[in-house]
């Protein structure tokens, strides 16, 4: 079974809009943790936020902000006004055990987002 | 911002040959990474390594890779002999132990070619 799940292959977005980018996760262990990572056409990885399982709130970084529902195993993004410089690959991850920093981030197959101006 | 850097960025061999790809982790970070992407797919774990000893690796980091701390500041990967899959693009980690969330910050990657 597929540990990250990104369902959304290619989104468009109205610049200045709002968009949803979907993840869902499996994992039986009750401590882990969720990022959200951008790589733009240039091919380098930029972090953009992180969850942890026992996050009381959802987690925010400016314009970017993750609907953690941690019954349904979800985590998606949601970018705010969207801007064209956010045209880019989105890729969401997973790190099971997140206190033990020798452990793999799994990541989904990404979504392209596509913003138009 | 502190970064963390590879080197070459980009490099085609022959299938076959010996490939090492370096990387500078950032400084005060304990813990460093690679993964590998190959064109199109998803990002994949390699291997991760800790107090100059492999803390974990995948299926995928099999005897042909290695991994070496040879100095303070660098960290490098061997493909002993290269395959035609293994062009993809590699990316270098790093992560410090102090924060809770322990993000990996990743270098702009390295992207192999083998012919």
């Known amino acids: 079974a597929q540990k990250i799940t990104q369902t959304q292959p290619g989104m468009f977005v109205q610049e200045k809009e709002a968009v949803t980018l979907d993840c869902t996760y499996d994992?039986?262990?009750?401590?882990?943790?969720l990022f959200w990572y951008k790589q733009p056409s240039s091919g380098e990885m930029i972090f953009l936020i992180y969850?942890?399982?026992?996050?009381?709130q959802n987690a925010t970084e400016g314009r970017y902000s993750l609907n953690f529902q941690k019954a349904r195993k979800s985590a998606n993004l949601v970018i705010s006004a969207s801007q064209l410089g956010d045209s880019a690959m989105y890729f969401c991850a997973m790190r099971e055990r997140p206190n033990n920093a020798g452990n793999m981030l799994t990541f989904g197959g990404g979504t392209r987002l596509m913003v138009k101006p | 911002e502190p970064e963390v850097t590879q080197t070459p960025s980009h490099q085609v061999t022959q299938m076959g040959q010996e490939v090492i790809l370096r990387c500078v982790p950032i400084?005060?970070?304990?813990?460093f990474y690679w993964y590998r992407q190959i064109l199109g797919q998803k990002v994949e774990f390699l291997v991760s390594?800790?107090?100059?000893?492999?803390s974990e690796k995948s299926e995928i980091f099999d005897d042909q890779f290695s991994v070496e701390r040879p100095d303070g500041s660098n960290f490098t990967l061997k493909i002993r002999s290269t395959k035609l899959e293994d062009s993809a693009m590699y990316f270098c980690?790093?992560?410090?132990w102090g924060s809770g969330a322990n993000v990996l910050t990743f270098g702009a990657g390295s992207r192999l070619t083998v012919l």
């Open positions: 390594f800790y107090n100059n000893e492999i």
């Open positions: 994992t039986s262990d009750p401590s882990y943790g």
């Open positions: 980690a790093s992560s410090d």
């Open positions: 400084s005060n970070h304990l813990y």
């Open positions: 969850q942890g399982s026992y996050d009381q």
